[in-house]
């Protein structure tokens, strides 16, 4: 199963890698010889594509590697800085790109510079790509989905926001090519805020991933069903939660009878293991912290569980 997602994911990597050479090549050509800044700037981002599915690629191979002695855990983090790196990659493209297009906006506006359009084979290049880039967000999305993996999941993102960018460059040049000149590096620039609004949002997720030590409430409130139905478990107290790539960490804290001996209690946990492990398959190890239970942290509401695990994690 895990060769399997680990193959999904470099398939994601290396067709995106192999088709973005390629557009990133077209476009950038056809976009400085056919005079079309909003296909210079689809060509910018295609060569930032270039760059960051070359990283991405490095990463995920890395994040392959079998657990060690200093990460006994495996390295799947390394998906999730990968995602990281996509994100600043993309959000450092849109900026390049925006103030660039803005630029030559304000010379059209500033200077009376005049143009006749961009070249007709550049209409068609643009088109093309939005051809290109419906295929590999449904594909790519298809894959992310299978294999959880955040960096094919960020690459799909990206994949869906490379698409609405070539549809406006797309627009932006057959108006700029019946008579509208500055449309064109103006949805350049629209092509880069619809960039940065995906770097922003792929930073956001792949952050959380790396931070987050609270576990969503749909996965809390999993666990906490589950464990009603473990003798022995009189109540959760705590509830953390640990991202290792595909993969969940958890360390509980529940009361039991006091009264019980150690070997007692270990078996109430061990068993507590064993059904969480057992029932949410992304959760890979459970560590059980167990005392006497009382009352002032009985029938907790999870909303209780959860705002003071963020009290002591903080």
Known sequence: MTHERDRKSLLAIDLGLGINIFLAIVKTTFGILGH???????GINSTSDVAYYIAASVLVRMANQPADHDHPYGHRQFESV????????????????????LDKVWNFINSNVTSQ??????????????????????????????TQN??????????RNDLFSASAATIGIFLGQRGLPWVDPLAGAFVALLILRTGIFVLRESSTDLMAVIPS???????????????GVKQVEELHAHRFGPHIVVNLTIGIDGNLTVSAG????????????????????????YHPA??????????????????NAS
């Open 36 to 42: 079309s800044p909003a296909l210079l700037a689809e």
């Open 266 to 289: 270990d078996a109430i946990a061990s068993h507590v293991e064993e059904t969480v492990i057992s029932s949410i398959p992304n959760v890979r190890r459970v560590h059980v912290h």
């Open 82 to 101: 990968g995602s990281v790196v996509i994100g600043s990659f993309i959000v450092a493209t849109a900026v390049a790109v925006f103030w660039d297009s």
């Open 150 to 159: 955040p960096v094919v999941q960020a690459l799909a993102y990206d994949h």
């Open 217 to 231: 409430r749909d996965l809390a409130e999993r666990i906490i069903k589950l464990l009603k139905d473990v003798s």
């Open 294 to 311: 009382d009352q002032k942290h009985e029938n907790m509401t999870i909303n209780e569980i959860l705002d003071r695990t963020r009290k």
């Open 117 to 146: 359009g961009a070249h007709p084979l550049a209409l068609w290049i643009a088109f093309a790509t939005v051809l290109i880039k419906i295929f590999l967000s449904i594909y790519i999305r298809k894959l992310g989905t299978e």
